[in-house]
């Protein structure tokens, strides 16, 4: 048992059995049904929320925009942020100039670059107050959910670093029908936790997964991973959050390929790569992004319905949402 009387959460995860569990969701005990306004679990985005992956994706998006015959640009890191693949690849490509043809092949690429990326030693790095905020979940009891867009083969590196034991359930973006910023992938991780949605609290780093979040009736947290996404914090269309900090398509894309794409020249950036003072092997830093004129035309509008905006995850704290969770509305 573990402090404040509840079992640890057993780890499941969407569309997968785990031999460890069955096929049994993991289930708040009764004691939850006395206190239905406290908070019911909490689900965390992945890349740039949990772990700071994303500079792992832009070596492999500097990679496919290259096979294209284009340069990947600070505006196209900034309007794919947060999405699936099956919206972000249609985004690069169209920003490319590029027709819809390309949307499949790049669409692969980017899944195989980046899963061999992903399993480089030493690249996956969890966010400031990511891990620490994990533990006191567990210690006191409350269910925590990895919800990503990126597929399971992207997903199990980082949980073999982070540690499954922190995560009761799992939902990774192949495992559900719609993605982010569909509601669909928070809303599977409630029913598999067996909890009311509205009584969760949701961790995002960007507009499109906080989207998905306000959508799915969760009490929804920015913590911004491009400070750029700060400046829409507050929009006039859009209520302002409880707490702003300081600036600081296509279903051929899932299927396998009957061609494996040409692999990146030696001279690309993500093809070099650089010892670590332990002597493992991580990926050479991504080239700088090339400036577009304007980067903030491809900034995502921050979704109005947000709980709260903050700087890191060392600011969210048990009482901070427990605060928030007071003040979500209980309604639909």
Same mark, same amino acid.
């Given at each position: 048992m573990e402090a404040g009387g509840r079992q640890p959460a057993t780890l499941v995860?969407?569309?997968?059995?785990?031999?460890?569990t069955w096929n049994h969701p993991v289930r708040p005990d009764s004691s939850w049904e006395h206190n239905v306004g406290s908070l019911a679990a909490v689900f965390f985005d992945m890349d740039g929320l949990l772990v700071d992956t994303e500079p792992i994706w832009t070596v492999a998006e500097h990679e496919a925009a290259a096979r294209? $015959?284009?340069?990947?640009?600070?505006?196209?890191?900034?309007?794919?942020?947060?999405?699936?693949?099956?919206?972000?690849?249609?985004?690069?490509?169209?920003?490319?100039? @590029?027709?819809?043809?390309?949307?499949?092949?790049?669409?692969?690429?980017?899944? /195989? /670059?980046?899963?061999?990326?992903?399993?480089?030693?030493?690249?996956?790095? %969890?966010? #400031?107050?990511?891990?620490?905020?994990?533990?006191?979940?567990?210690? @006191?009891?409350?269910?925590?959910?990895?919800?990503?867009?990126?597929?399971?083969?992207?997903?199990? &590196?980082?949980?073999?670093?982070?540690? @499954?034991e922190l995560f009761a359930t799992t939902v990774a973006g192949d495992e559900v029908s719609r993605r982010k910023p569909d509601p669909e992938p928070y809303l599977t991780a409630a029913r598999l936790l067996g909890v009311d949605p509205r009584r969760c609290a949701v961790l995002e780093d960007s507009p499109s997964g906080a989207r998905a979040g306000v959508a799915a009736g969760c009490a929804t947290i920015l913590v911004p991973s491009? &400070?750029?996404?700060?400046?829409?914090?507050?929009?006039?269309?859009?209520? %302002?959050p409880t707490a702003v900090a300081p600036t600081t398509a296509v279903a051929s894309v899932l299927a396998p390929s009957a061609t494996t794409p040409p692999a990146a020249s030696p001279g690309s950036a993500a093809?070099?790569?650089?010892?670590?003072?332990?002597?493992?092997?991580?990926?050479?830093?991504? #080239? %700088?992004?090339?400036?577009?004129?304007?980067?903030?035309? $491809?900034?995502?509008?921050? &979704?109005?319905?947000?709980?709260?905006i903050i700087g890191s995850l060392h600011e969210v704290t048990l009482d901070l949402l427990d605060d928030l969770l007071s003040g979500h509305p209980a309604g639909a």
């Open positions: 995860r969407a569309g997968h059995v785990d031999p460890r294209l $015959g284009g340069e990947f640009t600070a505006a196209m890191k900034q309007a794919m942020i947060g999405h699936g693949i099956d919206t972000a690849v249609p985004i690069m490509v169209s920003m490319l100039g @590029r027709p819809p043809s390309d949307v499949p092949a790049t669409a692969r690429f980017l899944l /195989r /670059r980046s899963a061999e990326l992903f399993r480089e030693p030493g690249v996956i790095v %969890a966010q #400031p107050g990511a891990v620490e905020l994990l533990a006191v979940l567990r210690e @006191r009891g409350i269910p925590a959910a990895l919800v990503s867009s990126s597929f399971r083969d992207l997903m199990d &590196p980082v949980l073999d670093v982070i540690g @499954r491009m &400070p750029d996404l700060l400046d829409l914090a507050v929009t006039p269309s859009a209520p %302002a093809s070099s790569s650089a010892a670590s003072s332990s002597g493992a092997l991580v990926p050479a830093a991504p #080239p %700088a992004l090339a400036p577009a004129p304007d980067a903030a035309a $491809g900034l995502e509008p921050v &979704p109005a319905g947000l709980a709260a």
